[in-house]
T-cell receptor, first 114, second 111 residues
């Protein structure tokens, strides 16, 4: 079964600290992996997209890594800010007979406290 | 551009009632999607469309219907609302099958 699991489910950190969110997937065949940020009451917004050949990709203070062999990805947030408080969702795209499909993880809810 | 817009923002339905969730985008995107997000869960794809006149079922289509008569609009229809359909509904669009732009969501409560 194609699944995407994220950990931790929730996380509280102090402003200015770093944190790392994990995403493990069993999706196959893999096309790409994307991290979204979802503010409370808003729709998700794309942060990064990674293909099979990419190991690391940065977007400002966000750095995503991908290990396609172990089927793991991480999102590292550096020098956290209060505005980083949100849910972070890992989404994996794969192909099946119906075409391109998406599987969403349950998200990690991050709270940054002053 | 307004991006992806959804109406209403919030709705309460009685069991058995019907309603249409509206979704529109002004980015000339071919692809449009409807997701539902239950509390603490990932988004699940209900229906999607790769262009006007073409719709396909996603992961959880039962109890819903869609139409795509224009590129801009992708309404989601609930014919007989059930408590299990209480959720937040997100519409999204994309130019290709890649980056999706999400609307603000519609919160639906079925009592």
């Amino acid at each position: 079964k194609n699944q995407v699991e994220q950990s931790p489910q929730s996380l509280i950190i102090l402003e200015g600290k770093n944190c790392t969110l994990q995403c493990n997937y069993t999706v196959s065949p893999f096309s790409n992996l994307r991290w979204y940020k979802q503010d409370t009451g808003r729709g998700p917004v794309s942060l990064t997209i990674m293909t099979f050949s990419e190991n690391t990709k940065s977007n400002g203070r966000y750095t995503a890594t991908l290990d396609a062999d172990t089927k793991q990805s991480s999102l590292h947030i550096t020098a956290s800010q209060l505005s980083d408080s949100a849910s972070y969702i890992c989404v994996v795209r794969y192909r099946n007979n119906a075409g391109n499909m998406l599987t969403f993880g349950g998200g990690t809810r991050l709270m940054v406290k002053p | 551009n307004a991006g992806v817009t959804q109406t209403p923002k919030f709705r309460i339905l009685k069991i058995g009632q019907s309603m249409t969730l509206q979704c529109a985008q002004d980015m000339n995107h071919n692809y449009m999607y409807w997701y539902r997000q239950d509390p603490g869960m990932g988004l699940k794809l209900i229906y999607y469309s790769v262009g006007a006149g073409i719709t396909d079922k996603g992961e959880v289509p039962n109890g819903y219907n869609v139409s795509r008569s224009t590129t801009e609009d992708f309404p989601l229809r609930l014919e007989l609302a059930a408590p299990s359909q209480t959720s937040v509904y997100f519409c999204a669009s994309s130019y290709s099958a890649e980056t999706q732009y999400f609307g603000p969501g519609t919160r639906l409560l079925v009592l």
